[in-house]
Structures are given as C-alpha cells and as structure tokens.
C-alpha cells in the first residue's frame, strides 16, 4: 500500500485526516483548529495532539466551506471589459488599486471577464453566485432598468460608471474639469489649432473630455477650427485611425500645433502616425494625452492623471462598507457618486508652438 506521505502529496489534507493522525474524531479536531460552537469541549492535551498533527499534514482550513458557515467568501469580484490585442493599461492601474485595497481589507479579489456589455444581464447574476460578497464593475455600459436585474443579494459598486444606477455608488474622475485645464494651459503657451482625438460617442468620460476641450477655448474667447473634434475607440489603433484620416483629409492645410487625446493610448497610436510622416514630437507638432497610465510615465508623456489606484482603492472601501451594511441589515452611506480629482503632468511631449508654419504632407 501506498505510504500516508504519499497519500498526502495527492490531495489536500481533510479534518477528518487530522483527526486520524491525532487519534480523534473530525469533530474533535474541528474544535480544536477553529473554535467550532458545539457543545463539544477538548483537553490542552488533545488541542496540542491535533495543532501537531495538523502541522505535519500541511493542513489548511477549507475557505469555501467556512464561506458557506459564515455566509462570507471574503473574496470580492471585479467584472471588466478585457478584449482586444492591446495591453489594458486603464484597467491594470485600476486593477492595482484593487487589489492594495483587497489586501489591506483582507480580502482576495476574482476576475470575471466581459466580451462586451450586453451580455451583463446573462453574466453578472451568475457572477454573483456565492462566491462573492460583491462586485466592482469597472466602466460599466449599463441601462438604467439594470437595477431590475442585478442580483439584491450581493452589494455592487462601479467606477466610471457611463450612467448613474440606481443603488449602485459610482467612483469617478472629473474629467470634464482635467481637459479644460489642461487645453486651456496649452492655449496660454499659444497653441492656436488644437486637434481633438476623442475616444467613442456616448462614453460618458469622452464626451466631459470633449466638453472641458470646448470649454477651455470658449473661456479664452476662442473657436477650434472646423473639423479639430475626432471620436474614435479609447485604444492606440483608434489614435492612430482617426488621426491617419484627418491627416488624408487635409492635405495641403496647416498642421495642427498639437494633439490633445482623450487617453494615453490614443496618444500613442496618434504619435506612431506622426512619426510614420516624419513629424518630431514636440518639435513639430506637441501631443498630449489623458490617465497617467505606466505608458505615459515611461515615455515621459504630457498628459492628465486620472488617480485610477486611487479609484480602485476607494471602491473596495465603499463596496466593504456595503457589504457589512448588508449583512447586519443597515443602510450603507448615501452617497452615490465619488468624484476625484485630476491634475496636469506636463511632460516632455508638450512645449511651445513652432515659429515656422508646417502644412500636411
């Protein structure tokens, strides 16, 4: 027969196991490990029986029954869109956070992973399955009837929610805000003919980026040229397609004197296409992006940081606080929206406009 060495480098160790070893029952040792209320009782002798046999079989409590017992997993669930070819930037940052959250609350975290919005109402409920004890959905795309849908029994947060949910706090940036000062720092240098590059139609923190743009000029006293406004996806491959056709538009007209994109993606796909034409950034044309994300901080990019760690640790705060309003059957803080502040990183893709006059090639 195989010895109980190797029996053990098969499969995890069971109570029960430890209660062999130390010549007790299961229920003896799971009063002895974990405190169990029964009417149970065991001798220090018996106790320190079980600790040692429990430290010879490498035993570990099972998390998932105890989750059930106690009716909490101490895990929390983070549903995000991951698809496409890109690194996502945007959400390991906030991702980041999360987890330093998690951690500090003891708590561990699960990934569930969308293909896109539209499948929430199938995918989200069974996220919240038992497994959890809430969910932070992360730049949700909801309709405003998901209340009807998401699951009463598990406690919900969002981050850069694209439109207010009843029940569900939302953490935000002012994005709105962090685009008007910066375009309006980089009209004070001079720049005049500010290109737009936009992330899509109807994604809330898009539009407030395209609104603080047009802010910032109507403050100066100033209008964009026609056709400075682009929207395209929130990824280098929209930079770099919606910039590739103004370009193919405008050929012969002046250069635009700078680029202010909606992410720092964008920014990278619009600096590929300039490079691809020979442009030098800032020298010929200055480029500015939007989150402070690791790609920006590495390429010493001008950009607005959103406090995206920030945002994924104070969704854990406010989501743990629900949890533990649910549980004891309390009302949970009122406060639906949590905005935070952005604020400038003039990096070294930003300087002053060129003297000399350029025209598209």
């Not at 105890?66 to 996502?88: C, I, K, Q, S």
């Not at 959890?132 to 969002?158: F, N, Q, R, Y």
């Not at 309390?330 to 990183?345: K, N, Y």
């Given at each position: ?43 220090d002798d018996t106790r320190a029986r079980v600790l040692a046999a ?39 940052e906030v991702f980041n956070g999360v987890i330093k959250g998690a ?259």
């Open positions: 027969m195989p010895s109980s060495k190797a029996q053990r480098s098969r499969r995890a160790a069971t109570l029960a196991d430890v209660g062999r070893e130390a010549g007790v029952s299961a229920m003896a040792a799971s009063v002895a490990l974990n405190g169990a209320t029964t009417s149970s009782r065991v001798s429990a430290q010879r079989l490498r035993y570990r409590p099972n998390a998932t029954a105890r989750g059930l017992a106690d009716r909490r997993m101490n895990t929390l669930g983070l549903a995000a869109l991951l698809g496409g070819d890109e690194p996502n930037l945007y959400f390991l951690a500090a609350a003891g708590q561990t975290v699960t990934v569930f992973t969308l293909d896109n919005w539209a499948q929430a109402q199938q995918r989200i409920p069974s996220f919240c399955d038992g497994r959890i004890d809430g969910l932070i959905l992360l730049a949700p795309e909801l309709p405003v009837d998901a209340v009807d849908w998401l699951p009463e029994h598990t406690p919900v947060v969002s981050v850069h929610s694209n439109q207010e949910i009843a029940g569900i706090a939302n953490l935000e940036s002012d994005d709105e805000v962090g685009a008007f000062r910066m375009v309006s720092h980089m009209l004070g240098l001079g720049h005049r003919r500010i290109l737009h590059v936009g992330g899509p139609t109807g994604a809330l923190g898009a539009d407030r980026r395209v609104q603080g743009y047009l802010r910032a000029h109507a403050d100066a006293g100033l209008a964009p040229p026609p056709d400075h406004v682009l929207r395209d996806a929130f990824s280098a491959e929209g930079g770099s397609r919606a910039i590739e056709a103004w370009l193919g538009r405008h050929r012969g007209a002046p250069l635009p004197d700078a680029v202010f994109a909606a992410s720092d993606a964008i920014a990278l796909g619009c600096m590929e296409r300039l490079s691809a034409r020979g442009l030098r950034v800032p020298a010929d044309i200055s480029l500015v992006g939007f989150d402070d994300t690791l790609l920006a901080r590495s390429s010493h990019m001008a950009t607005v940081r959103q406090p995206l760690g920030q945002l994924g640790r104070r969704a854990v705060e406010v989501l743990t606080e629900r949890i533990g309003a649910h549980r004891s059957k309390t009302t949970a803080g009122t406060q639906r929206s949590i905005v935070l502040p952005t604020e400038m990183v003039l990096g070294q893709t930003l300087a002053a406009p060129r003297s000399a006059a350029l025209t598209v090639a």
